[in-house]
């Protein structure tokens, strides 16, 4: 995690079933709140489905948050790792954010915020959802494509690409109001704000 400051995005590579793209997810450690944001609500308008098939840190957690359950599943190797939300400060460590991490929990489906609440709450310290726990709350990959859940799973690995996801424009600022303003998502939801994009 300390090197965490340095990653600005990660974005999936994408490959194309025949019914839909798929979006694989097998070592993410996290990022901007805003570019995950951005990523998963493309995900989410496309209708892409997002195949977590290892390690989803951090920001990456907003796939299960953002995107609908009928479009995600997990794997028996997904691990989603959950901590509160921080920015970098000036003297180069970590700021705390309690108002941008009530803002992750306000998005988190219900299931997964009584997880955490039961796990200590959202800290400094990274907490793991895995096994049976994770696959009660997100839909197993092998059974959501028996059960007719979209084509094939796209075989594809994770690659960083710095940047990838920021970019200005329109866009960005729907996002950005998307994870200030909850309701965009979630409508019946508080509208907490999050005065910077530089929250992790």
Do not use: N
Not at 66 to 90: D, I, K, N, Y
Not at 181 to 194: A, G, I, N, T, Y
């Amino acid at each position: 995690m300390r090197h965490i400051a340095l990653l600005l995005a990660a974005a999936a590579s994408i490959s194309m079933s025949s019914a839909k793209a798929d979006m694989r997810i097998t070592g993410d450690t996290g990022g901007l709140i805003l570019q995950y944001a951005d990523r998963f609500t493309q995900a989410r308008q496309s209708g892409e489905r997002i195949v977590i098939d290892g390690a989803c840190l951090s920001a990456c957690t907003l796939a299960i948050a953002m995107v609908p359950r009928e479009q995600v599943c997990a794997t028996s190797r997904a691990v989603l790792g959950f901590h509160a939300a921080w920015r970098p400060s000036a003297s180069g460590g970590r700021a705390a954010s309690p108002e941008a991490t009530r803002a992750m929990m306000e998005l988190y489906p219900t299931e997964v915020r009584q997880w955490i609440g039961r796990h200590g709450g959202l800290t400094t310290h990274m907490i793991y959802l895995r096994g049976r726990e994770l696959t009660a709350i997100v839909p197993d990959c092998a059974t959501a494509v028996a059960a007719g859940g979209g084509g094939s799973v796209a075989v594809a690995r994770t690659r960083r690409v710095p940047g990838a996801v920021a970019r200005a424009g329109s866009q960005t600022r729907t996002v950005a109001r998307a994870v200030r303003d909850p309701s965009v998502l979630r409508p019946e939801m508080p509208r907490p704000r999050l005065a910077s994009q530089q929250w992790r």
